[in-house]
Protein backbone atom coordinates (compact mmCIF):
# COMPACT_ATOMS: atom_id res chain seq x y z
CA UNK A 1 0.00 0.00 0.00
CA UNK A 2 1.61 3.13 -0.91
CA UNK A 3 1.80 6.43 1.37
CA UNK A 4 -1.22 8.04 -0.09
CA UNK A 5 -3.22 4.99 -0.06
CA UNK A 6 -2.48 4.73 3.56
CA UNK A 7 -3.63 8.46 4.66
CA UNK A 8 -6.96 8.18 2.43
CA UNK A 9 -7.76 5.27 4.93
CA UNK A 10 -7.09 7.47 8.08
CA UNK A 11 -8.87 10.29 6.25
CA UNK A 12 -11.93 8.29 4.73
CA UNK A 13 -11.73 4.87 6.52
CA UNK A 14 -11.16 6.44 10.16
CA UNK A 15 -13.09 9.20 9.67
CA UNK A 16 -11.19 12.09 10.10
CA UNK A 17 -12.15 13.82 7.21
CA UNK A 18 -15.93 13.30 8.35
CA UNK A 19 -15.35 14.65 11.88
CA UNK A 20 -13.22 17.51 10.57
CA UNK A 21 -16.62 17.97 8.76
CA UNK A 22 -18.34 19.10 11.96
CA UNK A 23 -16.07 21.83 12.52
CA UNK A 24 -15.93 23.47 8.92
CA UNK A 25 -14.85 22.66 5.23
CA UNK A 26 -11.84 20.77 5.21
CA UNK A 27 -9.11 20.85 2.45
CA UNK A 28 -6.45 18.65 2.08
CA UNK A 29 -3.30 20.41 1.08
CA UNK A 30 0.72 20.00 1.58
CA UNK A 31 1.82 16.46 -0.80
CA UNK A 32 -1.29 14.82 -0.30
CA UNK A 33 -2.75 16.89 -2.69
CA UNK A 34 0.77 17.11 -4.88
CA UNK A 35 0.69 13.90 -4.66
CA UNK A 36 4.62 13.81 -3.58
CA UNK A 37 4.20 12.35 -0.43
CA UNK A 38 7.36 11.03 1.00
CA UNK A 39 6.65 9.96 4.64
CA UNK A 40 3.79 9.60 6.80
CA UNK A 41 2.66 13.08 6.96
CA UNK A 42 -0.85 14.91 6.25
CA UNK A 43 -1.50 18.54 6.32
CA UNK A 44 -4.78 19.97 6.55
CA UNK A 45 -6.55 23.14 6.35
CA UNK A 46 -10.29 23.67 7.58
CA UNK A 47 -11.85 26.76 7.21
CA UNK A 48 -13.52 27.97 9.69
CA UNK A 49 -13.67 31.38 11.55
CA UNK A 50 -15.71 30.89 14.24
CA UNK A 51 -13.30 28.25 16.25
CA UNK A 52 -14.00 28.60 19.51
CA UNK A 53 -12.11 26.53 22.86
CA UNK A 54 -14.63 24.44 23.20
CA UNK A 55 -14.84 22.45 19.94
CA UNK A 56 -11.18 22.25 19.91
CA UNK A 57 -12.00 20.21 22.82
CA UNK A 58 -14.57 18.48 21.37
CA UNK A 59 -12.06 17.80 18.46
CA UNK A 60 -9.07 17.12 21.13
CA UNK A 61 -11.59 13.57 22.36
CA UNK A 62 -12.53 12.90 18.88
CA UNK A 63 -8.48 12.47 17.85
CA UNK A 64 -7.11 11.14 21.43
CA UNK A 65 -10.09 8.43 21.78
CA UNK A 66 -9.41 7.47 18.10
CA UNK A 67 -5.92 7.45 17.54
CA UNK A 68 -4.25 7.63 20.64
CA UNK A 69 -1.63 9.85 19.75
CA UNK A 70 2.09 9.98 21.31
CA UNK A 71 2.57 13.12 20.82
CA UNK A 72 -0.43 15.34 20.85
CA UNK A 73 -0.62 19.21 20.71
CA UNK A 74 -3.25 22.09 20.49
CA UNK A 75 -3.57 25.79 20.58
CA UNK A 76 -4.50 28.75 19.76
CA UNK A 77 -2.12 31.27 18.69
CA UNK A 78 -2.61 34.93 17.04
CA UNK A 79 -0.92 35.04 14.11
CA UNK A 80 1.46 38.10 12.51
CA UNK A 81 -1.69 39.62 10.50
CA UNK A 82 -3.45 39.73 13.80
CA UNK A 83 -6.08 36.58 13.32
CA UNK A 84 -6.86 33.84 15.32
CA UNK A 85 -5.32 30.50 14.17
CA UNK A 86 -6.25 27.53 15.60
CA UNK A 87 -3.78 24.19 15.46
CA UNK A 88 -4.11 20.45 16.14
CA UNK A 89 -1.62 18.30 15.75
CA UNK A 90 -0.56 14.48 16.77
CA UNK A 91 1.31 12.02 15.89
CA UNK A 92 -0.40 8.11 16.35
CA UNK A 93 0.52 4.70 15.31
CA UNK A 94 -1.86 3.96 12.58
CA UNK A 95 -1.67 0.62 10.96
CA UNK A 96 1.50 0.25 12.89
CA UNK A 97 3.49 2.92 11.01
CA UNK A 98 3.97 6.36 12.93
CA UNK A 99 2.30 9.09 11.26
CA UNK A 100 1.65 13.01 11.69
CA UNK A 101 -0.94 14.98 11.08
CA UNK A 102 -1.30 18.87 11.28
CA UNK A 103 -4.75 20.32 11.27
CA UNK A 104 -4.96 24.00 11.09
CA UNK A 105 -8.39 26.38 11.03
CA UNK A 106 -7.45 29.39 9.19
CA UNK A 107 -9.99 31.95 7.29
CA UNK A 108 -10.97 31.15 3.32
CA UNK A 109 -8.64 33.49 1.88
CA UNK A 110 -5.36 31.68 3.88
CA UNK A 111 -6.10 28.52 2.43
CA UNK A 112 -6.99 29.40 -0.91
CA UNK A 113 -3.40 30.91 -0.92
CA UNK A 114 -2.55 27.47 0.24
CA UNK A 115 -4.17 25.59 -2.28
CA UNK A 116 -2.78 28.00 -4.84
CA UNK A 117 0.90 27.43 -3.67
CA UNK A 118 0.31 23.67 -4.16
CA UNK A 119 -1.46 24.35 -7.42
CA UNK A 120 1.29 25.84 -8.85
CA UNK A 121 4.26 23.61 -7.94
CA UNK A 122 1.56 20.23 -9.33
CA UNK A 123 1.67 22.86 -12.54
CA UNK A 124 5.88 23.17 -12.97
CA UNK A 125 6.17 19.60 -11.96
CA UNK A 126 3.84 18.35 -14.83
CA UNK A 127 6.02 20.13 -17.42
CA UNK A 128 8.58 18.33 -16.30
CA UNK A 129 7.81 14.90 -14.94
CA UNK A 130 10.97 13.91 -13.29
CA UNK A 131 10.82 16.50 -10.84
CA UNK A 132 8.28 15.08 -9.28
CA UNK A 133 11.05 11.63 -8.12
CA UNK A 134 13.98 14.44 -7.96
CA UNK A 135 11.39 15.99 -5.00
CA UNK A 136 10.11 13.15 -3.31
CA UNK A 137 13.96 11.53 -3.59
CA UNK A 138 15.54 15.23 -2.38
CA UNK A 139 12.64 14.92 0.58
CA UNK A 140 13.66 11.56 1.57
CA UNK A 141 17.38 12.10 1.71
CA UNK A 142 16.72 14.85 4.35
CA UNK A 143 14.52 12.33 6.17
CA UNK A 144 17.04 9.82 6.53
CA UNK A 145 19.68 12.36 7.59
CA UNK A 146 17.06 13.54 10.19
CA UNK A 147 17.16 16.92 8.66
CA UNK A 148 13.45 17.16 7.51
CA UNK A 149 11.51 18.40 9.78
CA UNK A 150 9.70 22.21 11.24
CA UNK A 151 12.82 23.44 12.65
CA UNK A 152 15.54 22.91 9.84
CA UNK A 153 14.18 22.26 6.46
CA UNK A 154 10.76 21.51 4.77
CA UNK A 155 8.78 20.84 1.82
CA UNK A 156 9.06 24.52 0.80
CA UNK A 157 12.70 24.64 0.87
CA UNK A 158 12.86 21.47 -0.98
CA UNK A 159 10.24 22.50 -3.59
CA UNK A 160 12.55 26.07 -4.01
CA UNK A 161 15.37 24.04 -4.36
CA UNK A 162 14.73 21.35 -7.12
CA UNK A 163 12.48 24.00 -9.36
CA UNK A 164 14.24 27.47 -8.75
CA UNK A 165 18.11 26.11 -8.03
CA UNK A 166 17.84 22.85 -9.76
CA UNK A 167 19.44 20.96 -6.72
CA UNK A 168 18.60 17.60 -6.63
CA UNK A 169 20.84 15.33 -4.10
CA UNK A 170 21.54 15.30 -0.86
CA UNK A 171 24.98 16.85 -1.28
CA UNK A 172 24.31 19.23 -3.21
CA UNK A 173 21.50 20.56 -0.87
CA UNK A 174 23.26 20.68 2.00
CA UNK A 175 26.61 23.05 0.06
CA UNK A 176 24.32 25.16 -2.18
CA UNK A 177 21.35 26.03 -1.21
CA UNK A 178 19.63 29.08 -0.52
CA UNK A 179 16.63 29.91 1.49
CA UNK A 180 14.28 32.35 -0.13
Not at 40 to 61: F, P
Not at 125 to 138: A, T, Y
Request: charged letters at 30%; a negative charge; proline letters at 2%.
Amino acid sequence: MTIKEQAKCILYDHGLLEELGRYGTPHIVGSYRMNMMAWNDLDIDIENENMSLDKLYRLSQFVIDKFHPIWYEAKEEINSEHKTVWFQGFEAFIGNELWNVDLWFFDKDTIKLAEEYCDKIVMQVKKSPELKEQIIRLKKELIAHKLYSFDQYTSIDVYHAVLNQHITDIENFLTDYVRA
